[in-house]
């Protein structure tokens, strides 16, 4: 615990709220520069179904019905993973132009990736998200006294690699693509802007794949012989998503 909170708490309240506080300002302010823009609206919703699925998340933590925390738990991840579609959007746009990339195009892919992300929602229903009220593992309340610190979710590895194949698939293709981008980036400041973009794109990813290694089942089995859970590890290291927020919105802020 720390300041008299424990791990669930400080990841759900703490560092989630003030991601999600980051996301609205600077996705707001982008879809402001052009509302009209195929490319601002892109990058606009990545931020926002993101921002969605963490409000859900900080919703959750302060409901202490099981049914409810995992039928959140599922849709906090299913419009986080959702959300990717957009950001490769932005990138695709920025590397053919909106001619190229027509909205026929974009609203295929968008169903597609939709139908995709859908087996969050169903897949393993029994199995897939479970709540885990043990008292020995870190950042759990057994009482349910504290708001965010009744149980935690445990993953199958069912549910676990269907995630991690699926996020884990969309991200490398946007990796590809801005390394593409940045190759063809003559300027040097623009190449460094878009480097930052890579990076906070890299950051995203692991705050993406930890939280689906953290709740995985064997990951969780593993708590009471590890001296240093993964969760905590984790919770460390999931502030580097805000750094991750302010590295994209450099990478994509207008030119000048």
Known sequence: MVLGLTNAQIQTFVINGSILIFILIIGSSVLRRNPNSRLNRSFFLFYFFVAFGLLINVAYRLINKEIYMVWMNRITLFFSTFGI????????IIFQSE?????????????LWFI?????????????????????????DPLYLNPGSAGVPVYSTLFTVYALILAQGLFIIIIILVARIIRKFGDK?????????????????????GNLINNWSIVQDAYAFSPMPF????????????????LLWYGIRKRD
């Open 99 to 111: 001619q190229v990339f027509t909205r026929k195009k974009q609203w295929l892919y968008t169903i």
């Open 189 to 209: 400041k623009l190449r460094r802007k878009y480097i930052s973009s890579f990076v906070a794109i890299m950051l995203f990813d692991w705050i993406l794949v």
């Open 231 to 246: 969760s905590t590890v984790f919770l460390y290291t999931s502030v580097l998503v805000i750094p991750a927020v302010l």
């Open 116 to 140: 995709a992300c859908s087996g969050i929602l169903w897949l393993d229903l029994e199995n897939g998200v479970k709540w885990d009220y043990n008292p020995n593992k870190p950042g759990i």
């Open 85 to 92: 579609i957009f950001l490769l959007f932005f990138n695709i």
